[in-house]
């Protein structure tokens, strides 16, 4: 008996290995009902069941997370079983996580049952040569099991899988910070849309320069925020809030967003507006970002002339009638205006990505805009419920003040705060600039030193904003009399 079935076997493989090979020559009808009826055949003497999970859905959009989960899973099998293994470094360098090899298997077993996993690649369909082979290569993973024991594994064993493998995920989560590649290289070897490093920038709320009754109420919207999935579905919002940083420079925007990655173990996604080639390249960039993330736009009024787009749309129909009069500058015109900025995203087309059908591709997500001047933005991008909470990054305060002598020179409370103090409240100045006066620069300076140096730093800005108005107002007397004559 076993020498026949052993014949069958031998038969059946070869028989596929020679359709295989010639089925190209045979017409697309007949083909498909011969491979058809042949699997129906195998799997008739193949008691084994395959589920493949493949990295990717949909038009390669967003990646599985159930291919994640998988991968996190089988770290742990890998390092008993499999021969070939690739490594990472999580958690500052203190631990080595490692994963399956391309084309490895591992054995795992599940209440009693033995089932096994194996990690594969589609070759692209194309048969045109490249230098880059994986630009469409698919990574996949194919679970394989007795057909006895289906209920045990798609009821119970991949739920199983799934759960511990966001366990794992969790435990050796790194918060990470990612910027946008070019367009141009997305096509590639191992192509990407976000390059990214470990996102290790030390600021916290506690030693940001700013009001602490302010930072407490910033807390604690994002703290609420966070806490809000059932809310949000319950509402019928996407579960994300937007928040608009303005002020000059040097008031510590940037160090306001690390505070808050920091205070949620959010990932930070800076997203570089030039590089992209259009508005459905950000809407791309947008699938691929994960939740438990904010997304970041500093200096928005200088990465795109988004500000000047309705202006444009008015003089189009006067552009329209010169073009009659005097096509050729026009046409230079046009040129000029395409060299200026090689990207083509639009305002429209940022509202949408960050309000519209769009912005709900993901959860748990803050979307941060930043400039130095708000006055120049379109009030249809921050608007309410675009930029749902203003955060004003003003001059420095005394407040803040105190909590930069803390963190830079430890001291709490000095005789020379009562003459700072009187001083602050007739100056205008950056909280970078107080820092820097007040971190030492050499081991001979001490607290006392760097308080003296900041008074006089701050007496000497006060008197040239003295002089500054003096001339103005000079200036607008001279023009008054000129007028009158």
Known sequence: MWTELGATMSSLALAFFMFDKYSHYLPFILRGYLERNFRKL???VNPYVEITFLEYTGERLKRSDAFLAIQNYLSTSSTENAKRLKADV???SQSVVLSMDDH???TDVFNGVKVWWASGKIPPQSKTISWFAGTEEKRYYKLTFHKHYRQIITKSYLQHVLKEGKEIKEKNRQRMLYTNTPSKDWQGWKPTKWGNIVFEHPSTFDTLAMETQKKDEIKKDLITFSKRKDYYAKIGKAWKRGYLLYGPPGTGKSSMIAAMANLLDYDVYDIEL????????LRKLLIDTKGRSIIVIEDIDCSLDLTGQRKKRKEKDDDEADKEKDPVSKLK???EKEGESGSKVT???LLNVIDGIWSACGGERIIIFTTNYVDK???ALIRTGRMDKHIEMSYCCFDAFKVLAKNYLDIESHELFGKIEEVFAATKMSPAYVADMLMPKSEEQDGETCLKNLIAGLEASK???GKKSEEAAMVETEDGVVTEG
């Open 463 to 465: 008197e040239e904003a």
């Open 274 to 281: 030039t590089t992209i080639k259009d508005n459905s390249e």
């Open 104 to 106: 490895e298997e591992v």
């Open 333 to 335: 015109k046009e040129a």
């Open 90 to 92: 999580v958690n500052e």
């Open 42 to 44: 195998v799997n008739f």
């Open 377 to 379: 933005l379109d009030p």
């Open 347 to 349: 305002l429209s087309g």
